[in-house]
């Protein structure tokens, strides 16, 4: 994990605008929204996916990469005041406090576009149908039917009270469109999987998509500020319904493991049995952070 976390932060760090180039200071504020820090869980995932389909790592590099700059501007979004409104985020001041607003929103925007660019400048997959299927694929995940929507539907159940399944609906959006789409973006970079074994490395995305957010939600509820990095207790507080609220914490940590075992078990036709996949899963489950 130590080692590929390294490779994408280097992937990042030559991919992303230089700081002295001008504009510099939005450059200089892509930089600081995306370089040193977070848990490259989707990065990973693609790495992970791409080394079962005999991927050239450099084109996974690519691939992880434009999910990560997904990611980080949703994070960089999600924080201005107009949403979660949140002044902490990896242990750092947000974007528009240590910038502004008008930055902070050119940064998501300006993130957004170079994460397209990343994944269409250069060959990635040997069919170049492929590599248009992946556009495709990070584009909806992005999207009004992926976390974008997602995050429409979560900024609209504030202080309402959801069913599990309302709640499942909203995170196979929010968060988990983009996990998905990182294990089949990394998938997609190589040839060696059939389509049925594509099949199933998305059945795992999914359960350890939804894995994922069930662990935030306990780990919101049960952390400090300082161990998260990012204000804890902020669901509670603003009244959102969570996998805690919802299920209470003992139920949402048994469902995680569910949710694991499942993706698991999703693995099993895959080389290796799904290799560092199982790790990771355990990691997103077991994660402090
Ligand atoms: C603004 C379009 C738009 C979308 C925002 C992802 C998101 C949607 C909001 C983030 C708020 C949040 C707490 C989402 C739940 C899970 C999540 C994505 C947590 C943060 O991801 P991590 O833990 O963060 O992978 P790091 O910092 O490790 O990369």
């Known amino acids: 994990m130590l080692d ?11 991919l992303l605008p230089a700081p002295e180039v001008a504009p510099a200071r939005l450059h200089a504020a892509m930089r600081y929204a995306v ?31 434009a999910v990560e700059m997904i990611h980080a501007y949703s994070l960089v979004h999600d924080d201005m005041p107009a949403m979660d409104n949140d002044v902490l985020r990896r242990g750092k001041p947000t974007v528009h406090v240590e910038f502004d607003e008008a930055t902070a929103l050119l940064v998501g925007d300006s993130l957004q576009s170079l994460a397209f660019q990343v994944l269409a400048e250069i060959k990635l997959a040997d069919d170049p149908s492929r590599q248009v299927e992946m556009i495709g694929m990070l584009a909806r995940a992005g999207g009004s039917r992926g976390m974008a929507g997602g995050q429409a539907i979560d900024l609209a159940a504030t202080g309402l009270s959801l069913s599990v399944t309302e709640l499942e609906f909203m995170h196979i959006h929010k968060t988990g469109a983009l996990i998905r789409a990182s294990v089949a973006l990394g998938a997609r970079c190589g040839g060696a999987l059939s389509e049925a074994q594509l099949d199933s490395l998305d059945h795992f995305s999914k359960f350890i998509g939804l894995a994922f957010q069930v662990v935030d939600d306990v780990l919101d509820a049960d952390s400090s ?3 998260l990095g990012k204000t804890a207790g902020k669901d509670a507080e603003n009244n959102k319904p969570t996998y805690v609220s919802v299920l209470g914490l003992e139920r949402a940590r048994k469902l995680a493991r569910e949710l694991r075992d499942d993706a698991l078990d999703a693995l099993a036709s895959l080389p290796r049995g799904g290799g560092h996949l199982r790790e990771l899963a355990d ?3 077991l994660r402090k952070f």
């Open 4 to 14: 590929r976390q390294s490779r994408i932060e280097q992937a990042l760090h030559a």
């Open 35 to 65: 370089l040193g820090g977070g848990k490259r869980v989707r990065p990973l995932l693609a790495y992970g996916a791409g080394e079962l389909a005999g991927a050239d790592p450099q084109r996974v590099d690519r691939a992880a990469a």
């Open 225 to 227: 500020t300082a161990t």
């Open 283 to 285: 990691f997103v489950v």
